[in-house]
């Protein structure tokens, strides 16, 4: 069973920091992709940033420079680190991950979704 557990989540103010981890049980010996998304209210869910397995990363516009992702494979955990925040970054923020194989099988594909953090901004 695959679980995505966030955490570091809060309030902050504009110009502050915070970092997401997202924790992923049950990927042992899988191939995998992680991205994190983020909704803010009445808006729809949108890109934030990825990370591939080989270590290759992206990011929207909007956050470059100002946001890091990064994974432990070993500890199966994307970070989101977020700097110099804006009351625009508030939003809920959801880690995903597009599994592609287990033990060298396609049948095992499939997307997963954390349960959120949320993170506010204030100007």
């Known amino acids: 069973q695959v679980q995505l557990v966030e955490s570091g989540g809060g309030s902050v103010q504009a110009g502050g920091s915070l970092r997401l981890s997202c924790a992923a049980s049950g990927i042992r010996n899988c191939e995998y992709f992680m991205t994190w998304y983020r909704q803010a209210p009445g808006k729809v869910r949108e890109f934030v940033c990825s990370?591939?397995?080989?270590?290759?990363?992206a990011y929207r516009d909007s956050v470059k420079c100002r946001f890091n992702v990064s994974r432990d494979r070993a500890k199966s955990t994307m970070y989101l680190k977020m700097n110099s925040l804006k009351p625009e970054d508030t939003a809920m923020y959801y880690c995903?991950?597009?599994?592609?194989?287990?033990?060298?099988?396609?049948?095992?594909?499939?997307?997963?979704w954390g349960q959120g953090a949320k993170v506010t901004v204030s100007s």
């Open positions: 995903k991950i597009d599994i592609s194989s287990c033990y060298g099988r396609s049948s095992y594909a499939r997307a997963y």
């Open positions: 990370v591939g397995g080989d270590g290759s990363t």
